[in-house]
Each structure stands twice: as structure tokens, then as C-alpha cells.
């Protein structure tokens, strides 16, 4: 993104037109597979697709089937980190995201475990 005092493009409008360029350039994109082990994930339409940015100022820019309800599975992991950094501080954060994700993948591993991945 061009910051520069001779592009009169707000932030807004510059996340905007990346986000356009980059749904247009991966909406036909049907590469890899279903991960049919999670079972939230074996649910989900393959042919979905959608996109969006909330802004500070509290409007949205979004693409496709954006509107859609799906599982988030893994991508909520810098969400729950970014929740850890500011409830705890940054090293804390930090520490109580590593203790936490451990015992994620030691539930995992489990043979007693059901649990998917957050």
C-alpha cells in the first residue's frame, strides 16, 4: 500500500481496492481438499467463498459469501493470541498462549479426546 503524501487514497479505500483485487483473483480458485476429519470442516460447501474487512470506523468491504456462516477452525488462533496479549500483557500473553496451545495438542493427541482445534 502507497502511504505517500502524493496518493490522495485513504487506508480505507486502498484495503478496499486490495481486497477486490485479491478476491477477483482467487475466486475461481479450486485447489486442495475438505479437511473431512474436522467435522465442522466435512460440512462445509467447497464452492463458498467470500471475503471481508472491518474498518475502525465501523463500515465493511466485503466480496461473495461473505454473509455465510462457516467454521473458522484455525484462523481463530491470532484472534485468541491477540485476546491473550491484551488481557495479560505482551510476555504474559505470549507465555499463556504457549501453555494453552500445549495443552490443546496434548487434548488432541488424547484417545479419550473429541475436541477439534481452535
Request: aromatic share 6%; glycine share 6%; charged share 30%.
Amino acid at each position: 500500500m502507497n502511504h505517500s503524501k502524493d496518493n490522495p487514497q485513504s487506508i480505507q479505500d486502498q484495503l478496499k481496492n486490495s481486497l477486490d483485487r485479491l478476491f477477483l483473483s482467487f475466486q475461481d480458485c479450486r485447489e486442495g481438499e475438505i479437511a473431512t476429519y474436522i467435522p465442522e470442516l466435512a460440512k462445509a460447501d467447497p464452492n463458498l467463498f467470500g471475503a471481508a474487512i472491518a474498518h475502525v470506523d465501523g463500515s465493511v468491504t466485503e466480496h461473495g459469501d461473505s454473509q455465510k456462516e462457516f467454521t473458522i477452525q484455525s484462523i481463530s488462533k491470532p484472534f485468541v493470541f491477540g485476546l491473550a496479549l491484551e488481557e495479560n500483557g505482551r510476555e504474559e500473553g505470549a507465555e499463556t498462549h504457549r501453555r494453552r496451545a500445549k495443552r490443546r495438542r496434548i487434548q488432541q493427541h488424547s484417545p479419550t479426546s473429541k475436541r477439534t482445534s481452535v
